[in-house]
């Protein structure tokens, strides 16, 4: 799969992937030796190496698996995420953001259902199986790793580094940093729901002009 960045705006999905600038500048003649003029046939041979150059610096997410998988409107995933439905489908809710380096993936047959208005932030890793679920307004922080079979509510919070183990279940509005360290944080569900809905505005301004976007076909 070629993805890298997935904004949906609407019912319509951009595709684009993060650009780098050139190598280097144009070369030159050196003094003494003359320019000659490139034939149509080798300034088109010079266009496709310079696009095949272009593909291989570009950084590319990956979205694969046989379960299939449906992301909801004006959700966003950044370069080099990985969603992998392995066996299972997986559901991304609307209005989400999947920071660079997350990692999605569904190792069960059993659907992996992710809510509305939920931020994953870089190198965040989730694992689906054995009823894995997250609610809606959620915050996973770096390099979080939800393990198999969570199940998050409403409006918690996932603190840097941390690792929920198997099966854990976590209330609504629950902070997490670490496994002795959690409390509650009342309100937390509006308060991330409009932070959600912010941080998408600023995304559906900036993707277009940071990236090289394509439309994808309506399923």
């Excluded at 370069?79 to 392995?86: D, M, S, V």
């Excluded at 931020?119 to 894995?132: D, I, L, M």
């Excluded at 915050?139 to 198997?166: D, F």
């Excluded at 997490?176 to 309100?187: D, T, V």
Aim: charged share 25%.
């Amino acid at each position: 799969p070629r993805p890298a960045s997935v904004l949906c705006l609407g019912a319509i999905c951009l595709i684009g992937r993060a650009a780098r600038a050139p190598a280097g500048p144009m070369e030159e003649a050196k003094p003494g030796e003359a320019k000659t003029e490139k034939t149509a046939d080798e300034k088109a041979q010079a266009a496709r190496a310079a696009e095949k150059e272009k593909e291989k610096s570009q950084v590319q997410c990956e979205v694969l698996g046989v379960g299939g998988i449906k992301v909801g409107e004006g959700t966003t995933v950044h370069p080099a995420c990985l969603i992998h439905a392995k066996l299972g489908p997986i559901e991304i809710g609307a209005w989400c953001c999947l920071e660079e380096q997350v990692e999605i993936v569904n190792n069960s047959s059993e659907p992996l259902i992710i809510g509305d208005y939920n931020v994953f932030e870089v190198g965040a890793r989730v694992q689906g199986g054995h009823g894995a679920k997250i609610g809606n307004a959620n915050v996973i922080e770096s390099r979080a790793h939800l393990s198999l079979g969570v199940k998050v509510g409403n409006g918690c919070t996932i603190g840097v580094l941390t690792k929920v183990p198997e099966l854990e279940e976590l209330e609504d509005e629950t902070v997490l940093h670490g496994p002795n360290s959690r409390h509650k944080e009342l309100g937390a569900i509006e308060a991330h729901t409009k932070a959600a809905k912010r941080l998408h505005e600023i995304l559906k301004e900036t993707v277009p002009r940071a990236h090289h976007l394509r439309k994808t076909t309506k399923a």
